[in-house]
C-alpha cells in the first residue's frame, strides 16, 4: 500500500494553522497512525487510529480521516512543531511510511 | 515507561552480516500486546519497515518482501531483547536502523536512539 503525503514541504510561521493530507493507494479503514520526527532523533508517535491521540501530546495536534484520504491538524503551530511529519498505515503488512513533510519556518 | 537501548556497529564491509541488538526496558519480548520491529531510513529510501518478530502463544515473524533470505529477527528472552542479522550488505543497505514497538496495532510508541549503520570497506 502507498502512501502519499502533501505538501512535500511547507513554510509556515508560529500561530499559523497547518493542515497534512495523507492519502493510501487503497483502502485502510482507519489503520492510520501520524509522527513527528526532528532532525538526529527517533519518529514520534503522534496519533494513532487515524484521529486517537498519543499520550502526552498536546491537544493542537488532531487527525481525521478513513479509507483513503486522511488528515493532520495543526492548530496553533508552535517553534517546538518545525519537524518532519509522516503517516504510517498499519492496515496489512507490510507496514508503510508516507515521504514526509517537512514544516519550515517562513 | 518502555525503553529500548540499541547496539552494535556502525561500519559492515560489504557482503558481510549487519548484526544490531535492541535491548527493552519496561516491557517484556514475550508480551501479548505488543510486537517488535526493525525500520531504517535513508534519504532514498525514506522510512521503510524491515521486519518483525512476536508472540502469540509461539513466536512469529514477519519480513520485508524485498529482504527475505537476508534478514533474520531474533527474540531473546533470557536478556529481554531481539536482534537483527541483515547478511550480505551492499553500500544500499547504508541507513539509520531503528528498533520500535507496537502496541495493540496502533503503531510504534516507542523507538530505540538509531544507528548509523555504513556498509563501506
Known amino acids: 500500500i502507498q502512501l502519499t503525503q502533501s505538501p512535500s514541504s511547507l513554510s509556515t510561521s508560529v500561530g499559523d494553522r497547518v493542515t497534512i493530507t495523507c492519502r493510501a493507494s487503497?483502502?485502510?479503514?482507519?489503520?492510520l497512525a501520524w509522527y513527528q520526527q526532528k532532525p538526529g532523533k527517533a519518529p514520534k508517535l503522534l496519533i494513532y487510529a487515524a484521529s486517537t491521540l498519543q499520550s502526552g501530546v498536546p491537544p493542537r495536534f488532531s487527525g481525521s480521516g478513513s479509507g483513503t484520504d486522511f488528515t493532520l491538524t495543526i492548530s496553533s503551530l508552535q517553534p517546538e512543531d518545525f519537524a518532519t511529519y509522516y503517516c504510517?498505515?498499519?492496515?496489512?503488512?507490510?507496514?508503510?511510511f508516507g515521504q514526509g513533510t517537512k514544516l519550515e519556518i517562513k | 515507561q518502555v525503553q529500548l537501548q540499541q547496539s552494535g556497529p556502525g561500519l559492515v564491509k560489504p557482503s558481510q552480516t549487519l548484526s544490531l541488538t535492541c535491548a527493552i526496558s519496561?516491557?517484556?519480548?514475550?508480551?501479548?500486546?505488543?510486537?517488535w520491529n526493525w525500520v531504517r531510513q535513508s534519504p532514498s529510501r525514506g522510512l521503510e519497515w524491515l521486519g518483525r518478530?512476536?508472540?502469540?502463544?509461539?513466536?512469529?515473524?514477519d519480513y520485508a518482501e524485498s529482504l527475505k533470505g537476508r534478514i533474520t529477527i531474533t527474540p531473546d528472552t533470557s536478556k529481554n531483547q531481539i536482534s537483527l542479522h541483515l547478511n550480505s550488505v551492499t553500500p544500499d543497505d547504508t541507513a539509520v536502523y531503528y528498533c520500535?514497538?507496537?502496541?495493540?496495532?496502533?503503531?510504534?510508541?516507542?523507538w530505540g536512539q538509531g544507528t548509523l549503520v555504513t556498509g563501506s570497506s
Open positions: 520500535a514497538r507496537e502496541f495493540l496495532g496502533r503503531g510504534f510508541d516507542s
Open positions: 519496561g516491557d517484556s519480548v514475550s508480551t501479548n500486546s505488543a510486537a
Open positions: 518478530t512476536y508472540y502469540r502463544s509461539r513466536w512469529y515473524d
Open positions: 504510517q498505515q498499519v492496515n496489512s503488512h507490510p507496514y508503510t
Open positions: 487503497q483502502g485502510i479503514s482507519g489503520f
